[in-house]
């Protein structure tokens, strides 16, 4: 019988408390498709996706406050067989995967691919997870398409705290009453 994800990530909070004697802690993720992933937890965060030909470097949700909204921000190293031609990167934590970008205009320098999506303001349909109040692993799958043909498929985790989403809906709270009213006819 599969865990609910409320029990998932309680069980993941332990593992962090305990992965502080040990060092690291393992859990398989549940992901869309009712498969599950495995993700690696360390005292300093979550280990990066990796196989021999790529490494992600970072997958994560940036607010800023000043401007009330944020951008992903994705990148990963090439580590060698040549440049890829395409990238999809697609959170897969909730029950549909929803794909938050796609290209076929690669651009790697120095072995480093990097891309920031369109900035948006989050909101219950399109970041409903900022407004649950417990940590958040999230999950993003890279579909990596190589100049040769070949498709790689690394997933990466991100854990968001509570109190960080706590800040972020502080925030978007402060700039909705700070709004002025909407006229009336």
């Known amino acids: 019988m599969p865990y609910p994800r409320s029990r998932l990530l309680a069980l993941a909070g332990l593992g ?15 992901i869309s ?5 495995p993700l690696e937890l360390t005292t300093t965060g979550m280990l990066h996706g990796e196989n021999d030909d790529f ?9 800023d406050p000043k ?12 580590k060698k067989r ?3 031609r ?9 029950e549909e995967p929803k794909n938050l970008y796609q290209t076929d205009q690669i651009k790697v320098q120095d072995g480093h691919w990097k891309q920031r999506t369109e900035s948006f303001v989050p909101d219950q349909q399109n970041l409903k997870w900022i407004f649950e109040i417990e940590n958040s692993i999230r999950v993003y799958r890279f579909t990596i398409v190589t100049a040769d043909g ?5 997933y990466e985790g991100c854990n ?7 800040l972020i809906r502080k925030s978007l709270a402060e700039n909705a009453a700070a709004a002025p009213p909407a006229a009336t006819p």
Not at 33 to 37: A, L, P, R
Not at 86 to 94: G, L, R
Not at 161 to 166: I, R
């Open 67 to 78: 401007v009330k909204n944020g951008t992903y921000l994705f990148a990963f190293l090439v």
């Open 86 to 94: 395409s990238v999809k990167v697609d959170d897969v934590t909730d």
């Open 55 to 63: 490494r992600i470097d970072a997958a994560v949700y940036q607010f």
């Open 160 to 166: 968001y705290m509570g109190f960080v989403k706590e």
């Open 16 to 30: 962090l408390l305990a992965g502080c004697a040990t060092g690291s802690y393992s859990i398989n993720m549940p």
């Open 82 to 84: 040549g440049a890829p």
């Open 33 to 37: 498709g009712g498969q599950t992933v």
């Open 150 to 154: 070949r498709t790689e498929v690394l």
